[in-house]
């Protein structure tokens, strides 16, 4: 069992930069591969990037290549999302989740179990 705790949402203006954290509970966080998923009003929840539980391998969706830069940090079961150069089409709803099997590299092979329950980020133009 593992619990997730996003935080670091907020009203931005395009341009600016944002950094979420993802804050899991239980021993076997570094078990897992993480991801963070994005929903944005009236539109299904999209893949935004995904690392493997060493943290040696990441992806991202093509939309936020170059600009969003996530890693992880097992020592204190956090994840994180550094956003830069935001623009408008970057405001939803953000989720990370903890996916199997933990050296997976992409969402189409990983199953997400478990999810925190979003932090909004909305920015301005």
């Known amino acids: 069992q593992i619990e997730l705790e996003e935080s670091g949402g907020g009203l931005v203006q395009a341009g600016d930069s944002l950094r979420l954290s993802c804050a899991a509970s239980?021993?076997?966080?570094?078990?897992?591969?993480m991801g963070w998923f994005r929903q944005a009003p009236g539109k299904e929840r999209v893949f935004v990037a995904q690392i493997t539980a060493s943290g040696t391998t990441k992806a991202y969706a093509d939309s936020v290549k170059g600009r969003f830069t996530m890693s992880r940090d097992n020592a204190k079961n956090t994840v994180y999302l550094q956003m830069n150069s935001l623009n408008d089409e970057d405001t939803a709803l953000y989720y990370c989740?903890?996916?199997?099997?933990?050296?997976?590299?992409?969402?189409?092979?990983?199953?997400?179990?478990?999810w925190g329950q979003g932090t909004q980020v909305t920015v301005s133009s």
């Open positions: 239980g021993r076997t966080f570094s078990s897992y591969a």
């Open positions: 989740a903890a996916g199997l099997p933990a050296w997976s590299t992409r969402p189409g092979t990983t199953t997400y179990n478990y």
